[in-house]
């Protein structure tokens, strides 16, 4: 209900909800056709449980009676289904019902109306297809009145009908890659040298995208001219012809648009490097040997997430490489080294001349008994002026693929970074402080995050830190921030808290990249911070390295 409720807010609407009805005399099945008569768009998100009898009409459930009202009342009707033709996480408590037969007779009575019906498989999917929905019916004519009183249609949002159409067509299916975070940010403008959305990007393709920046955003210029705009830069910048000729029609599309609508012309959109790759560290400990480590070395480009190439060892290898962690930091050193020729074999880059791939960010993906591993202070000497430590010149995080196999709870991973995707960073309940004195109630804070999407980071302020985000790697928190175990040692040492407020989820990475490099704090205070950022999205799926055989580096 929280992903419904947040659809209709951010389409501008107002829910009618039942948990909003007070106490009152009459009959409730009189009560609740008014407020459905009352209504402009009548919402139902029908799952496997049938709900209450409506008490003076035993024989329909509160949301038969809705639906037949909204029917008879010639409502517009948005009929969300939970999928049954799949998992979707539910407890059986949520699918067992003494009225099972009445709700699967519902469920076939809607199936069989004549209405759309959209299956939904989670709260994302479900927020997406409201908004798209609600803002659907914002756009369409002015519905016939329905009695003296009706109130006409609001104008449409930013852009007229034609317009949305004919984005949807560029843009449905498309989906986002890493460069197009920076085209919607520029969508805002550009403060302190950066761009400067003060949204984290939503979920969806690139069209969700826009429906999302349209659905937030009203002042000034409309602002998914801006993002068109930008993606248009962005896909011209690129290279390949699918990419040119998108970024041909997108360009197309921002002009008819201005010309039409009597628009001003977007802002100039700041550089864009589609070309930004992330260079993925796999390292296993091996369980025989501690001192060893199984290892591989991946990189992703930003214009296709699923395009992963194996740099370490070559992907013609059988074998895998066994080394101990300076041996890794080595090997790590190597395909730095290497960077610009590997990322020239991905698709579409540097294949006609365009500007040469970034390498932006390092992750290592490692057991758990490697997280306080300092990977970010390793040495990279491939310069012609001196060794560099990674942390100063990369976002360097970790992450712990493992983890999600060991507990049931690995759908709360997903479903938090959909809710960071579907939320503001800075939003209250995105961080969560876990301090000293919330140690003794440490398995009700596990408690609390087990029945619930948010937090998804937790900054751990506690001395002892280990507890705590083998507590949150359990429950499938994607983000997690702490000091290592021998900087806490340290009295004189700044505490998280100083050095990182965490401000906003969304921009961990880039923060704890500018504290590394930060002069004027302590090298040890500089060191000692570990971020673990584990985007789903972004995950890799292979078999654990400690399966398959190995020769040494």
Not at 30 to 37: G, I, L, S
Not at 278 to 302: C, I, K, Y
Request: aromatic share 8%; charged share 30%; glycine share 6%.
């Amino acid at each position: 209900m929280d992903a419904a409720e947040a659809a209709v807010l951010r389409a501008e609407h107002v829910p009618v909800d039942m948990r909003y009805f007070t106490a009152r005399d009459g009959k409730p099945a009189d009560y609740c056709r008014a407020r459905v008569r009352d209504s402009d768009v009548y919402v139902g998100i029908i799952g496997f449980r049938y709900g209450s009898p409506v008490r003076d009409l035993p024989d329909l459930s509160y949301t038969e009676l809705e639906f037949e009202e909204a029917t008879e009342a010639g409502l517009e009707r948005l009929v969300f289904l939970l999928a049954e033709d799949e998992d979707v996480g539910l407890p059986p408590r949520e699918i067992l019902d003494v009225h099972a037969d009445r709700q699967e007779a519902f469920r076939r009575r809607l199936r069989e109306s004549g209405i759309t019906v959209h299956k939904v498989r989670d709260p994302q999917q479900l927020e997406v297809g409201l908004l798209q929905a609600l803002l659907g019916h914002r756009n369409s004519p002015v519905a016939p009145a329905r009695g003296p009183s009706a109130v006409p249609a609001p104008p449409p949002l930013t852009l007229d009908p034609p317009a949305w159409e004919r984005l949807g067509e560029l843009l449905r299916g498309v989906r986002p890659a890493l460069w197009c975070e920076d085209a919607y940010r520029s969508s805002f403008g550009v403060a302190e040298g950066r761009a400067a959305a003060p949204f984290v990007t939503p979920a969806g393709d690139l069209y969700d995208w826009a429906l999302d920046l349209d659905a937030r955003e009203h002042s000034g210029p409309p602002k998914v001219l801006a993002f068109a705009h930008a993606l248009a830069t962005g896909f011209s910048t690129g290279a390949g012809p699918d990419g040119r000729r998108r970024a041909f029609a997108l360009s197309t599309w921002v002009r008819e648009v201005r010309e039409r609508l009597g628009l001003p012309e977007p802002p100039p959109v700041r550089e864009i490097n589609t070309h930004q790759v992330t260079m993925l560290v796999r390292l296993d400990q091996d369980p025989q040997e501690p001192g060893q480590v199984f290892a591989e070395v991946w990189l992703r480009p930003s214009l296709d997430p699923s395009d992963w190439k194996r740099v370490q060892p070559p992907e013609t290898a059988t074998e895998r490489i066994r080394v101990s962690l300076e041996g890794a930091r080595r090997l790590v050193e190597r395909c730095v080294r290497s960077f610009r020729d590997e990322a020239r074999g991905f698709r579409g880059q540097g294949a006609d001349g365009g500007p040469p791939s970034e390498l932006r960010r390092i992750e290592f993906a490692v057991t758990d008994t490697l997280l306080e591993t300092e990977f970010d202070q390793w040495l990279c000497d491939v310069s012609v002026y001196k060794a560099w430590r990674l942390g100063q010149r990369y976002e360097v995080v970790v992450r712990c693929p493992h983890a999600r196999d060991l507990a049931d709870f690995a759908h709360l991973w997903t479903l938090r970074w959909g809710w960071l995707g579907r939320n503001d960073g800075t939003d209250d309940k995105a961080t969560v402080w876990v301090g000293n004195e919330d140690l003794d109630r440490l398995d009700d804070h596990v408690t609390d995050w087990e029945e619930s999407e948010h937090p998804v980071c937790v900054a751990v302020a506690a001395d002892d830190a280990e507890p705590v985000w083998r507590a949150a790697l359990h429950v499938g928190m994607p983000v997690v921030v702490w000091q290592r175990a021998s900087s806490r040692r340290d009295p004189k040492l700044p505490r998280l808290k100083t050095l990182l407020p965490v401000a906003d989820v969304a921009e961990l990475p880039r923060e704890v990249k500018r504290l590394r490099r930060n002069r004027n704090v302590p090298a040890s205070a500089r060191s000692s911070v570990v971020l673990l950022w584990d985007d789903p999205d972004q995950a890799l799926e292979t078999a654990p390295l400690t399966d398959a055989g190995f020769f040494p580096a």
